[in-house]
């Protein structure tokens, strides 16, 4: 455990790329490699379904592949919670 939730280290974006794909699961736009070679907004990002501030665990069946950007955008919010729901 890490940070209080269950943690697999196997679990790394180069890892959810050659299990996956480079398809952003958010909004299903191509993450480019070449957006990977620094920090940037359409770069990959590992988003947790059910966040870990929210006792999601850093695990293959939580996570999923999305853009930087996408990532951001939906904050510590599970899925189909819209963003002005923060709390």
């Known amino acids: 455990k890490r940070w209080g939730v269950e943690f ?3 679990v ?3 890892s959810v790329i050659e299990r996956f794909g480079r398809g952003c699961c958010e909004c299903g ?3 480019l ?5 620094k920090a940037n907004q359409l770069g990959p990002s590992l988003d947790h379904v ?3 501030s929210r006792g999601g665990g850093h695990v293959w ?4 592949l999305v853009h930087l ?13 819209k ?3 923060r709390q």
Do not use: F, Y
């Not at 069946?61 to 999923?64: D, F, K, L």
């Not at 990532?71 to 510590?76: E, G, H, V, Y």
């Open 12 to 14: 790394t974006i180069a």
């Open 83 to 85: 963003a002005d729901a």
């Open 33 to 37: 490699e070449e957006h990977s070679l």
């Open 8 to 10: 697999d280290s196997s």
């Open 69 to 81: 950007k996408c990532n951001i955008k939906r904050w510590n919010q599970m899925k189909g919670m």
């Open 50 to 52: 059910i966040p870990m």
């Open 61 to 64: 069946s939580n996570v999923e």
């Open 29 to 31: 736009e191509l993450i």
